[in-house]
C-alpha cells in the first residue's frame, strides 16, 4: 500500500480541517478507496498510486483556494473535486471589485466612489497620493492592495511605515523595549492586517521579514525594490523625512502615501511634509493623487442620529 504525506505550511490545520474534522470527514467521503488520517498539521493518505495522485491533485488545489479565499467548507470541496480547473470552482467567489478574501473568507472592496477611484489610481501610477479625513478608508483600502499585489506575486515584500509620536519618534521615554514602544502608533496597520490575512500566516510572514511594519525613521538608509510600501499618518512627516521617504523607492515598488492634512501635529510654524509633496509633485507623471472626504466615512448607521442629536441639543444652547 502507498503513502502520501501533505504537510501544512503557514496554515492553520484546524481552518483547513473544520470543525471537528468535517472537511477531512468530507475528503473520505469523495475518496472512498484511501484511507485519510488527518493529525497535527499532516493529511496522511494510503491507497493505490493513481487514487493518491488524484487526491494530491484535488488537495493542492484545496491549499491554492484557501490560501487565495481564507475559507474552506464541504461545497467548495465538492465543487473542487468535481471541477476540471478553476475557473469551474472560482466564479462564485469573483468579482472585479473585490481587492482580497480576508479572514473567514470575508471580501474585501471598496466602498465608496473614490475608494473605487484610488484603487484605479493605484493600478495606474507607481506611486500614489490619498489624503483625507480620518475614516475614509486610506489605509485600510491601501494595505488590501498591498496584500493583494503580494498574494499576486507583483511584489516580494510589504512595508508599512508612519512617523510616530508627534513626529519626534522619541521613544526613549516610554517603557519597555523597542516593539512595544512603537506597537500603539502602529496598531491601525497591525488591525487591517489581521482582517486580511489569517494569524499564524501573518505571524509567519512578519518573521520572515515579508511583511515589515516600521517607524520612518527605520527606513533612512534603504532602498525598497519589489515592495508595495504604505506611509501612513505623512501629514506628521517633515519635509527631510518626506524627501528622505520619497527616494527609497527602488525597483518594481509600489508607494503609497495617505494623510489628513487637518490633523497636523507637527510643532507650530513646521512645515507639513505631506502639504508640501502635494504641491511640488501635482503634475508629475506617474504620480497620483486622491482627495477622499466626509462622503467616504464608512461609519454604523448610529453615528449620524448620535449626531444629529448633539446638533439639536447644541443650537438649543
Excluded: C, W
Amino acid at each position: 500500500m502507498n503513502e502520501l504525506i501533505i504537510e501544512l505550511s503557514e496554515i492553520s490545520p484546524r481552518d483547513f480541517f473544520g470543525e471537528q474534522n468535517i472537511n477531512i470527514e468530507k475528503l473520505k467521503e469523495l475518496f472512498p478507496k484511501l484511507k485519510i488520517v488527518a493529525r497535527g498539521n499532516k493529511i496522511k493518505a494510503f491507497g493505490d498510486e493513481e487514487v493518491l495522485e488524484e487526491f494530491n491533485k484535488r488537495i493542492a488545489m484545496l491549499l491554492e483556494y484557501f490560501t487565495k479565499y481564507n475559507k474552506l467548507d464541504e461545497n467548495v470541496i465538492e465543487r473542487v473535486f468535481l471541477s476540471r480547473s478553476k475557473d469551474d470552482y472560482e466564479t462564485s467567489e469573483n468579482s472585479n471589485e473585490v481587492l482580497v478574501h480576508g479572514v473567514n473568507g470575508r471580501k474585501i472592496k471598496p466602498q465608496t466612489a473614490n475608494q473605487r477611484k484610488l484603487v484605479q489610481l493605484m493600478y495606474k501610477n507607481d506611486m500614489l497620493f490619498a489624503v483625507g479625513p480620518a475614516g475614509t478608508g486610506k489605509t485600510y483600502t491601501g494595505v488590501a492592495l498591498a496584500v493583494k499585489a503580494l498574494k499576486e506575486k507583483q511584489v516580494r515584500k510589504i512595508i508599512l511605515t508612519r512617523p510616530v509620536v508627534e513626529a519626534g519618534e522619541k521613544l526613549g521615554f516610554l517603557p519597555g523595549d523597542l516593539k512595544e514602544k512603537l506597537d500603539p502608533y502602529m496598531q491601525p496597520l497591525y488591525d487591517a492586517l489581521r482582517d486580511m490575512i489569517p494569524a499564524e500566516k501573518l505571524e509567519s510572514l512578519i518573521e520572515k521579514g515579508v511583511i515589515q511594519i516600521a517607524p520612518l525613521a527605520f527606513m533612512r538608509g534603504r532602498t525598497l525594490d519589489n515592495a508595495f510600501v504604505i506611509l501612513d499618518e505623512a501629514q506628521n512627516t517633515t519635509h527631510s523625512q518626506m524627501k528622505m521617504f520619497l527616494t527609497r523607492m527602488g525597483k518594481s515598488a509600489k508607494f503609497m502615501i495617505t494623510g489628513d492634512p487637518g490633523q497636523i501635529d507637527l510643532p507650530r510654524h513646521t512645515l507639513s511634509g505631506l502639504k508640501e509633496a502635494l504641491l511640488i509633485l501635482k503634475d508629475v507623471v506617474g504620480v497620483g493623487i486622491i482627495h477622499l472626504d466626509d462622503k467616504d466615512v464608512i461609519r454604523h448607521k448610529l453615528v449620524k442620529k448620535v449626531i444629529s442629536a448633539y446638533k439639536s441639543i447644541e443650537n438649543r444652547d
